[in-house]
């Protein structure tokens, strides 16, 4: 098998990890994922990876907490996630890294662009965890983010559905799914697959966002080698 990228994002929704259980981490997502990661090193893909914490908080659903508050519970949530798949991946003899928008170097390196770059270049897997390290700002945002920064080719964004719908799947049995969108049209038709701020940063910066379900098999190889699944936005 031939990838179509050299260097990928991979943007993983912690609802994804969490599997059937809805919540929590399940260990068969975990390990489908480092098999699938497993595989896009033997093709020589650079993955860098940016995850989710909404298996265990979403900040933007209290009612009641100071927003900034609930954000940062959030980003502590993504480092749970990360290191999981750390230890997923290194079970799997991956050699990964984990970096931190907030710092905690007892359990992850600070965030460092070019140190980033240099570990990709080297061959490790490098999870971004923390988001952006400020409040307000989504995980999708993050990925966004991260992508242009790392010159990414590609933001893999896989979630708990299997494509970009016209209206919530899981309220409207009759929802239609997208082939192929713009980032203007995700824009303008108010799509949910990711936050406004995330898909105009995308926009401005070219980048492609491929997005499936993580749970359909050997999805994230499929969408490297260019498998027509999901919803491609360009």
Not at 34 to 41: E, Q
Not at 201 to 218: K, M, P, Q, S, Y
């Amino acid at each position: 098998m031939v990838s179509k990228y050299k260097r990928v994002l991979l943007k993983i929704s912690g609802e994804a990890l969490a599997g059937e259980k809805k919540t929590g981490l399940d260990d068969a997502m975990l390990a489908g994922v480092a098999c699938d990661v497993k595989k896009l090193r033997e093709m020589g893909v650079e993955v860098a990876v940016v995850v989710g914490g909404g298996n265990f908080w979403r900040g933007r659903t209290s009612v009641n907490m100071d927003r900034a508050t609930a954000d940062y519970m959030g980003m502590l949530a993504t480092c749970i996630n990360a290191l999981a798949l750390q230890d997923a991946f290194e079970q799997n003899g991956i050699p990964t890294r984990v970096q931190t928008a907030i710092e905690m170097r007892q359990i992850a390196e600070p965030y460092i662009r070019r140190k980033a770059i240099s570990e990709l270049e080297k061959g490790y897997v490098v999870i971004f965890a923390a988001g952006t390290g400020s409040p307000f700002f989504s995980t999708d945002t993050t990925a966004a983010l991260r992508a242009a920064e790392i010159a990414a080719d590609v933001i893999l964004l896989a979630k708990n559905v299997d494509a970009v719908y016209d209206s919530d799947p899981a309220k409207n049995p009759d929802a239609r799914p997208f082939r192929n969108l713009t980032h203007q049209e995700v824009l303008e038709r108010d799509l949910k697959v990711m936050d406004s701020t995330a898909a105009s940063l995308c926009r401005d910066n070219h980048i492609t966002i491929h997005v499936f379900g993580l749970a359909e098999e050997n999805s994230i190889i499929r969408a490297c080698t260019g498998e027509e699944i999901g919803t491609i936005i360009v």
